[in-house]
């Protein structure tokens, strides 16, 4: 899979993914305001496939899953961090959001293209040449974020043994 | 076999022996508790997709707090969702704006020491003050916990904080906690246990435990253990439950910690955070004197009614400056009927503070006392990131209720302390 970086620091929290005003309303229009406090530009340009290259503690602060959910909708493919939040991580996968663990800021730009391989953990900086180590991810986790989280890989692995 | 506090707690939940660091259990859940946002509005529809009911209705609790009161037809839907499930689920233990969910649910008499708590927050570590494992997670997660009464857990390792010595006046462990903010920065729990201990531990009311607790958040840990002890059992006796159908775990001394961090109390002094992290402390002489538009004694972390205690003993015969507002809004309807009875709301209203509604309201930029762009707050809450409490250029403070009092008098970010000083004769 292969997409353009957005790049953000450390401490991406929740509150900038999924801004509490807009939190009551639907999903798809809380999704129109990610990141707008830090970002104008991400929500309306993102493109499906894309990727966020970021620092330590991605994903810090409220358990509201809308925070990935929202990055699903936007057609985000991947988070790239140094570390997340631990009640992010989980509900990353939960949602169907790739997340995967690497110091990648310094080979990675904004708008550079980048595939990735979540099996073996490798990054490829397509635009520079530059391959980056991540954390593998298991086998059980790709495949509920291939199904499109926890709750439809359930539903198929029901629908198998009926 | 040595085990930590944590290790003790999750052994029994999975029905082990004995467990270790880094191990992935599967674990029994005692009690989960959910809310109306991250609650019934999201865990519904997985369970109807997945045509079950709660595992066992007795042992979930719900708590409207975030969208109270309904203030528009989307937040009015959002509520009357909320307690058309509990109906449907026969959930008897539902609480509908009686307060904030991590402060209700101690006050009900619902946590026990030993229990393994799920609770859909990210402040649910909060129950860690009564010597139970309570940590937070996402809906997906819930609803795993609610079909099935179980969760995985990676085994964690314990950070210990051990405190000494006894608080100067006009601190309090919210100070403590900007303190551990500021050193260990908003990974240092690194999703593991924190366990407090020692002197000045032991010394704190479970309020005030509480407040050390719910902030194990925002150093990133999943939980924030502190030993059951004497307070904690008379907390819970005058709650309405008994404390010894609990099982009272403490860590074991020769248990293998990750690594053990001292601190002292004695001379800690009133702590604030600057915008927009809470890891971004120092003292109070630090942001003295920035000018403020909103103060808020208010959430979870900031407004029980010890924290409403130490607003009143600054406040009482002042007034809150021209051009400031002092929002008040009591973490429960138990807090604000202790705090009419014992005269505190009067102190604190009489000086100028505007009562409001008890739930997450304002802390979150949910409910009412939002900031317009370019104002700033300074808040008794826990978290102040860009753009938390309303508009993306608006910034928040964070002190204890004593800072937030004494800043609301001088219109302008203040040290308590000469205001307490001032009040002996």
């Given at each position: 899979m292969s997409g353009k970086a957005w790049k953000y620091g450390d401490n991406v929290d929740t509150d900038l993914l999924a801004p509490g005003a807009y939190m009551k309303g639907p999903v798809e229009e809380l999704a129109k305001h990610c990141l707008e406090a830090i970002d104008l530009e991400f929500a309306p340009n993102v493109q499906p496939g894309d990727v966020i290259v970021a620092g330590r503690n991605?994903?810090?602060?409220?358990?509201?899953e809308q925070a990935a959910e929202v990055l699903v909708l936007l057609g985000v493919k991947a988070v790239i961090a140094k570390s997340f939040g631990g009640i992010f991580y989980r509900n990353a996968f939960n949602l169907g959001l790739l997340a995967l663990v690497a110091d990648a800021e310094a080979d990675i730009e904004a708008g550079h293209e980048l595939d990735l391989d979540p099996a073996s953990g490798t990054i490829t900086?397509?635009?520079?040449g530059a391959r980056i180590a991540a954390e593998p991810v298991p086998e059980h986790l790709r495949r509920i974020v291939a199904a499109g989280g926890l709750v439809p890989y359930l539903e198929q692995k029901l629908e198998k043994h009926s | 076999m040595s085990m930590t506090l944590a290790e003790k707690i999750i052994a029994q939940a999975a029905g082990q022996g004995s467990v270790r660091a880094g191990e992935i259990v599967t674990c029994a859940v005692d009690l989960a508790m959910i809310h109306d946002s991250g609650g019934p509005r999201r865990v519904k529809p997985v369970l109807e997709r997945l045509g079950v009911k709660v595992w066992d209705a007795k042992k979930v609790v719900v708590i409207s707090d975030h969208y109270v009161p309904a203030v528009d037809q989307q937040s009015a839907a959002i509520l009357k969702l909320t307690r058309d499930w509990v109906k449907d689920q026969e959930i008897e233990g539902f609480y509908d704006q009686q307060g904030i969910c991590h402060v209700v649910l101690p006050e009900r008499g619902h946590l026990k020491p030993g229990m393994f708590v799920v609770g859909g927050d990210s402040h649910s570590p909060t129950g860690g003050a009564f010597g139970c494992y309570m940590f937070g997670v996402g809906a997906t997660d819930m609803a795993g916990v609610l079909v099935t009464g179980e969760t995985w857990i990676r085994v964690p390792e314990t950070i210990r904080i051990d405190w000494s010595g006894t608080l100067p006046h006009g601190s309090s462990a919210k100070d403590m906690m900007l303190k551990l903010c500021a050193t260990l920065g908003m990974d240092g729990g690194d999703y593991q246990a924190v366990e407090y201990t020692g002197s000045t531990i032991a010394g704190l009311s479970m309020t005030e435990r509480m407040t050390m607790s719910n902030m194990a958040a925002e150093l990133g840990a999943q939980a924030g253990l502190i030993a059951a002890d004497g307070t904690t059992a008379d907390y819970i006796r005058a709650a309405g439950?008994?404390?010894?159908?609990g099982t009272a775990f403490a860590g074991d001394e020769d248990a293998a910690y990750r690594v053990v961090h001292k601190f002292d109390a004695t001379a800690l002094g009133p702590q604030v955070a600057a915008p927009?992290?809470?890891?971004n402390s120092g003292p109070v002489e630090d942001a003295d004197d920035t000018p403020v538009d909103q103060c808020y004694i208010g959430a979870c972390t900031g407004a029980k009614l010890e924290d409403l205690h130490m607003a009143a003993e600054v406040l009482g015969g002042r007034k809150v400056a021209s051009g400031t507002r002092l929002l008040l809004a009591p973490a429960s309807t138990r807090v604000t009927a202790a705090a009419a009875a014992d005269g505190t709301l009067a102190k604190l209203t009489e000086a100028g503070a505007i009562l409001m509604p008890s739930g997450c309201g304002a802390c979150a930029g949910y409910g009412a006392g939002v900031l317009a762009e370019g104002e700033t707050c300074m808040a008794s809450t826990a978290r102040n990131f860009?753009?938390?409490?309303?508009?993306?250029?608006s910034k928040v403070y964070l002190g204890s209720p004593y800072t937030v009092a004494a800043t609301a008098v001088r219109g302008r970010v203040a040290d308590p302390r000469p205001f307490l000083a001032e009040n002996r004769p």
């Open positions: 991605f994903g810090i602060g409220s358990s509201r900086n397509t635009t520079t | 439950a008994d404390p010894d159908e927009d992290s809470p890891a860009k753009g938390r409490m309303g508009a993306r250029s």
